[in-house]
């Protein structure tokens, strides 16, 4: 063999060898600048930020205005008053993406957030979700669901009628304190809103079994005092409809206060949950697996088989959260999810190559997990039946401006504030899961900033950038 030869081998088994290295070292970075980082309050072993994930992104400032209105709402009173403009959204996105990938590694999930998704052109909407994804980011669409199918076609389809959007993921936030829905102007429950609720399923089914597009549905949900004691039935509603998550935010005081119609300090994270648990018959394990701040997020992760909903991991059981640990400990940086199977079956071996003693506990874990779901043939008949699938639970709690300006503020001047109040602020600030990137100041900023401090300012700025009347 030539030396010219052996060095193009060489040179191609190196580029193999990274290619299917199990954590990217950028991730393996930001993964531990993330754990450095975090209150130690929040360094548990149940804890995936830092150890799994980096935390979850959102574009600000591309497009606030939005042609709901809804009380409470996070924007500012002047977001209404932006004109949506497709050139400055994908501008804008590329600019916050690329600040995020050179801080946060190489993947991570991202919203296409803002005001209303579905007010940018087929076309921008789409260009933006392609940004992102040439960034690294899984993109994900927030939107109200009042949209008709020809956009969906028209955003996921090119001029050629193929797929350039083979796979999208969309949030659709729907609940009776919104004001303007089509057929639902003004509901006065939530039961009224449960035909849109199926409806917006409905049109991702009817377009896949057309084009074969793949999806991902949220459903996100504000909860105030108003609507709390439906949350129950809503869960009872929405789990058969097909969506993969449900997710509740307790309303904060926070954005316009115009829109401040009610106190809302009497629904917190405990309250949504036991509705969560009587809307699904029953107790909703979220101790095992954390996100950030448990005073911020709390998780059940899931899935359903026949209409009943399990978790992955249930901490009463020894052997999951040996499973839990070593995945944390091993597997962490792994990037699950869009990695090819073939390249992620590898990257798993190598893994397991160093920590062969990972596939007993990975068998003690399936056995667990078969054992209390009812069994291999319950849970083999559920998939037969196409009754099975992911489903995640999830209560995000926002955080008063009152106290979040302050906070902020000593924060960017490296100060601990003493006031109890702000101090436990600032620890959820630094253990916030949600972060928007501000290239032009080098700060990942966590969203509850942005909304209670940044947004006013960014969105007056918007006012004259971006016109509603153009002269």
Known sequence: ?????????????????????????????????RWAALPEHVRTPAQSLGRHAVGCEGTHGVFPKCNLTCTPCYHSADANKVRVDGGHTVRQVDAQMAYLRERRGPYAHAQLIGGEVSLLAPDDHAEALLTMRRHGR????????????????ALVTGDDGRLRLPRVSFAAHV???????????????????????????????????????RSYLAHNMTVTPANLGQVAEVVRAVVPMGYSMMSFQPAAHVGDDRRWKESYTAVDVDAVWAQLEEGLGRAVPHQAIEFGDPRCN?????????????PFVDPAHPAELRARD??????GGVAFSNTPPALLAVKVLRVLRAHPGDVAVAAGWARSLVRRAGGLRALAGAARRRRLGLMTFEVHSFMDAAHVGPAWDLMRRGVVAEDPQLRATQERLAACTYSMAHPETGELVPACAQHSVLDLAENAQLRTLLPLTVV
């Open 1 to 33: 063999m030539t030396d010219g030869r052996r060095g193009r081998l060489r040179a191609r088994w190196r580029r193999l060898a990274e290619r299917t290295r199990p954590v990217h070292p950028e991730t393996g970075r930001a993964l531990a600048e």
């Open 138 to 153: 899984s993109p994900m669409s927030m939107t109200h669901g009042d949209f008709d199918p020809g956009y969906l076609r």
């Open 175 to 213: 609940d009776s304190l919104m004001r303007g829905r089509r057929g639902a102007v003004r509901p006065r429950t939530e039961a009224e809103l449960h035909p849109f609720r199926e409806r917006f399923v409905q049109m991702f089914r009817d377009l896949r079994a057309e084009t074969g597009l």
């Open 298 to 310: 709390r998780l059940g992760f899931g899935f359903l088989a026949d209409g009943a909903w399990h």
């Open 326 to 331: 070593a995945f944390f400990a091993h597997f």
